[in-house]
């Protein structure tokens, strides 16, 4: 059985997406004769955890641990709220205090490419003996954050070794980048990083076709593209809300707020009674005070649920039982090729779905593609309310269905089988 090792920084018990993308890959590479042995950091700063997914580790995965210095944990002495606030990535575009401004400058300036930068030249250090002690051939980096690359990085350079780059996210074009305050400098360095990881990686994985062709541009390496996936049965017959839920599961950042979708429903509020008594808008995770305010502003105060941030179990249970899923992303030409990785749990849950993201977005394309529901651009207000009208008449009638076929290629085995070709 091939030997692989992968480093990351985000594992259980930390929460959110980008923990669950290795730790489904992990739990079914042996099924594809590959064994996989874990480096992750041994004191890392997680601003949301879900211990659930502990359960979820496959028994007997060899893993190595390595202390890791958090400047994190040190800005939490002056305010613990915010820098947990910024490392989960809610960054505010208006009314920053200063000292959300020192911070956003010192992230950004001092820390390239990010906060974990401290963790890579120990590792390296490290990772050498545990290589040729596993005798590993191929090493897989996994991020955000961009330092696990540095890490993959440094080990192809002393070693020789079959290196791959996974990129959940892109680097220098990922929508939060712009919010850093980045000097001139600094914007340089991070363009110099991201070159040279992706010119000397062995071969690149990117998890959208819009990510594919923007690194096409920097590098000629090899590049393969593997979606994330869903790892839950697909949801029939599911016993829904008796309420016309709309529900958003993550987290609505300060970008994520479709004024046309709030002003939709308020409308719909005020016209229709019977509409008004039966629509809830259901927001699962954090929730950033912009997106409040203007939930608030239009009127949809009192039909909307804040449930806060739920265990991944909870949070799929919460998708199959809505009549209506909410998808948003920033409305941003740097968004378009974002597709998030709950999209594909969203289709699993057979519920409609309703996107709102910048034109052109491929997962536009997904919905449409699988016929799993619509997708709108942030300035399609009549359109959105006319498509809601539409649902909410199916729902009075009982008729409220998601016919989606042909979602099974993005099953979490099947992408695992799909990755274990490419080691």
Known sequence: MKKVLIIAYYWPPAGGPGVQRWLKFITYLRDFNVEPVLYIPENPHYPIEDASLINEIPDGITIYKKA???????????SSKKTKTISSGLIKTQKQSFLEKTFLWIRGNLFIPDARKFWVKPSITFLE?????????TVITTGPPHSVHLIGLGLKQKMNINWISDFRDPWTTIGYHKKLKLTKASKNKHKQLEYKVLNTAD?????SSTTKEEFKAITPKPIEVITNGYDIEIGENNTLDSNFTIAHIGSLLSGRDPINLWKALSELITENMQFKNFFRLQLVGVVSDSV???????GLIDNTNIIGYLSH???VAFQRKSQILLLVEIDSEDTKGIIPGKVFEYFAAKRPILGIGPKNWEVGSLIKELNAGQ?????S????KEVIIKWFNLYLGNELRCTSKGIEKYSR???TEQLSKNL
């Open 129 to 137: 003996k545990v290589i040729k002690k596993e005798k590993i051939v």
């Open 68 to 78: 890791i210095f958090e400047p994190y944990k040190l800005a939490s002495v002056f």
């Open 203 to 207: 071969k690149i994985i990117v998890t």
């Open 375 to 379: 997708t709108f651009t942030y300035e």
């Open 292 to 298: 409040l305010e203007n939930i608030k502003k239009y």
């Open 413 to 415: 085995k099947a992408l």
């Open 381 to 384: 207000k009549a359109k959105i």
């Open 313 to 315: 179990k909870d949070a």
